[in-house]
């Protein structure tokens, strides 16, 4: 059995060997940051909208910390309050500039590579393997700390800036060990104890992965100290059941969120089995990953396996490396030690508990990497010893640039996307959003020709349906938008967007009674959302219903204050109401936002107008039509309050200049008609 303490370390007493441990730490952060440095061109991609752009509770500016623990409900970070805590602190330094927030996921990545060159360091230091790696322990927890730090396959899990999920995670996983490892060493271990509960505390905060480290930590225990499990019970219960309380708290987030509004678990539409087939496939990807990190995806998407044929080789080699790791946890500890580790961090997103949103994901390798390079460094080290080094130190380099190389495809989604789409073809989800930024660029053909294979691929697919029908509603089909909003809803009733959109369409038919229901249905599922509220006030001051339609256009401003449009609205209702004050204040307050607003000139000329300020609002309808030419309503507006001022000349040439757009409108017409009795 070993002993509690180590043998002491002269290495890290003496001068010396802290000279060579600040050189050490100083590598891996100077190393880090400069492969990383191209990582803070990343744009904000796939879950960062949701995640950070449209995350209300990181946006509040009283960081009101109930509103952020609780958090956006779905997506990356429901119910992982700490990242969502450190997300809302980047958005208080640098709101929408997304430095803070690469700097952030940097800093994240470079603790947890001290935190790994620190464990792995003490862990050679210990008596089962201080014999044969004592000597060499810095070098080589530099040289498994640097390559993990620096492998390529990590770029997900730092650059994707909402997956600072998962290197959070990974950062209290690693600081919990730390932690033990060093109260076990300490004369006075109390504080490294609560240290290592604090962390772990804080890890289950972050992502479901750590539900692992309770046993993690009993594991290592098990193998590098007390060396009996009952031993390690009986020298540490305390310790280990305090861990072991925190899943507590991870149960009760789980259990709020509702297993991730239902895309985690095993309720999802993706049956257990078959999720267990498609992650055999998955692992050994990532192995193969982890030893030549190419080609690395953005996003597998959510193809399952649905046999086991096809994967069985696949299979047949986790079996033995399973069987390998229950044997050698037996009879070689250290060994299963690294199987243990690999296997059991991968468990709860790679095994039978599905993931329905993404069956793959190169993040879910952050920690079980570490395993990996521990395993080749160490090995390569028993076989040629001291001359390995320069051989880490070049595969180092080389890891490097390829990093710096990845993160530049982060710099545009689009250019993300095509990656995605060229890699794996028969990827639905990214010819869909390939197809989306295609369309924000005005390339309709390509992006009609993306939806389509996206479609042709999964007929099924909700969000290519919605896409299609913008790119019909933008392309003037707004019968044939709507027909493919009504499908995207039919295959997915929670789209939100696309019962706002699909009531834009028929608004811009003129149908605003049927579009309100589709404007309500969003507020049910999102409720507070801007656009929504917007469009609903819209469409109830239209319809005649001004108290409601007020209450809906300020809960918009309330959102997002800085909607020029919205303040229109609401100046129009107010005035529509008889408070002409504050229609004024709120038209005012649109063209502060936004001066080349011309709907806020018309707005403000039919305030002036209804006061009988008429050169006012003569002035101001013209303002309108400087901005905007074929602007018919403050045209005729115009034409009306030249013709009440007397200015009978100017009335008829507006008149006569809305006839050559609309020819048919009797109104104009007979306004017309009485100003030419009046001309003569």
Partial sequence: MSPSLPSPDPAATSATGRRAGLLAVLTIVLAVSAAYVTSFQGALVFDDIPGIARN?????????????????????????????????????????????????????????????FGLVRRTLLRPPLAAQFGASALPLALAIAGLWSLHPLQTESVTYLVQRVESLMGLCYLLTLYCFVRSVD???????????????????????VMVSAPLVVLLYDRTFVAGSWSESWRRRRWLHTALFSTWLVLGALILATENRAG????GTPVAWWEYSFTQCQAIV?????????????FDYGTTVVRSLWPVAPQAALLVLLLAGTGWALVRRPALGFLGAWFF???????????????????????????????????????????????????????????????????????????????????????????????????????????????????????????????LLSKTGRKNEAIAAYEEALRLDPGLADAQVNLG????????????????????????????????????????????????????????????????????????????????????????????????????????????????????????????APDYIAARNNLANALLVSGRVDEAVTEYRQILRQTPDDRSVQENLARALELQH
């Fill in 263 to 266: 895309t985690a678990g095993l």
């Fill in 56 to 116: 209300p509770t990181i946006r509040n500016p009283r960081l009101d910390l109930l509103m952020v623990a609780i958090g956006p409900q779905g997506g990356t970070l429901s119910g992982r309050p700490v990242p969502n805590l450190t997300l809302a602190l980047n958005h208080a330094i640098s709101a929408d500039r997304l430095w803070s927030y690469h700097a952030g996921n940097l800093l994240i990545h470079v603790l947890a590579g001290l935190a790994l």
């Fill in 285 to 297: 990807h990532y192995l193969g990953l982890a030893v030549w990190p190419r080609p690395l995806v």
């Fill in 186 to 208: 300490s004369p006075r271990p109390r504080a490294w104890q609560a240290a290592a509960f604090l962390s772990c505390l804080t890890g289950m905060g972050c992502k479901e």
């Fill in 504 to 627: 834009n369409a028929l608004d811009e038919l003129g149908r605003p009674a049927e579009a309100v229901p589709h404007y309500e249905a969003a507020l049910r599922l999102d409720p507070g959302a801007p656009d929504a509220n917007t469009d609903l006030g819209a469409d109830l001051l239209r319809l005649g219903q001004v108290p409601a339609a007020i209450d809906h256009l300020q809960a918009a401003l309330d959102a997002e204050p800085a909607r020029a449009e919205t303040w229109n609205d609401l100046a129009a209702a107010r005035q529509e109401q008889g408070d002409v004050a504050a229609a004024r204040a709120a038209a005012g307050q649109a063209l502060r936002l936004k001066p080349d607003l011309p709907a806020a000139h018309y707005t403000l000329g039919n305030i002036e107008a209804g006061g009988g300020n008429y050169p006012a609002a003569i002035d101001h309808y013209r303002r309108a039509l400087a901005l």
């Fill in 344 to 470: 059991l961090i991968l468990a709860p997103s790679s095994s039978v508990v599905p993931v329905a949103t993404q069956t793959m994901a190169e993040h879910r390798m952050y920690l079980p990497l570490a395993a990996v390079v521990t395993l080749a460094v160490l090995a390569v080290h028993r076989w040629f010893g001291r001359a390995a080094l320069p051989v880490w130190l070049a595969v180092g380099v080389a890891f490097a640039a390829v990093t710096a190389l990845r993160n530049l495809d982060y710099r545009s989604p689009q250019g993300l996307w095509a990656d995605v789409a060229q890699k794996l073809p028969e990827n639905g989800r990214a010819h869909n959003n390939l197809g989306a930024y295609l369309l924000i660029d005005g390339r309709f053909a390509e992006a009609r020709a993306r939806f389509d294979e996206a479609l042709r691929l999964d007929p099924r697919h909700a969000s290519a349906h919605y896409n299609l029908g913008n």
